[in-house]
């Protein structure tokens, strides 16, 4: 079972959700020392096992896509991947040190 790397994320205490996703660390490695530290964990994290939930993501985080939109059609899973630049903004207890506060909008 996959586990979210956001300290204090309440989705791996909860039974399994259907609704919340999984993502992995992105590629590019500004973004994703971002993300690290947003996971506000003292321990290193192993980036190619670690996921964040989805519950730490709006949904303009996510790459849109019109045609389902339009059609008001539920999108695919396999469409439902976030943006290039998308960082974890939700339900973020590091939001409240002072090294995140400026870094991401609350
Ligand atoms: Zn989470």
Redesign the pocket.
């Known amino acids: 079972m996959a586990i979210?790397a956001?300290r204090g994320?309440s989705?791996?205490q909860k039974k399994k959700d259907p609704d919340i996703k999984f993502h992995r660390f992105p590629e590019n490695e500004e973004l994703r020392s971002k993300w690290i530290q947003l996971c506000n964990h003292k321990d290193p994290i192993n980036v190619k096992n670690a996921r964040?939930?989805s519950?730490?993501f709006e949904p303009t985080a996510y790459k849109r896509h019109l045609k389902y939109e339009l059609l008001n059609l539920p999108l695919p899973k396999r469409l439902n991947v976030l943006n290039d630049d998308a960082v974890p903004t939700q339900?973020i207890a590091a939001l409240k040190s002072k090294f995140i506060t400026g870094m991401v909008q609350v």
């Open positions: 979210c956001i994320c989705s791996n964040v939930c519950l730490h339900r």
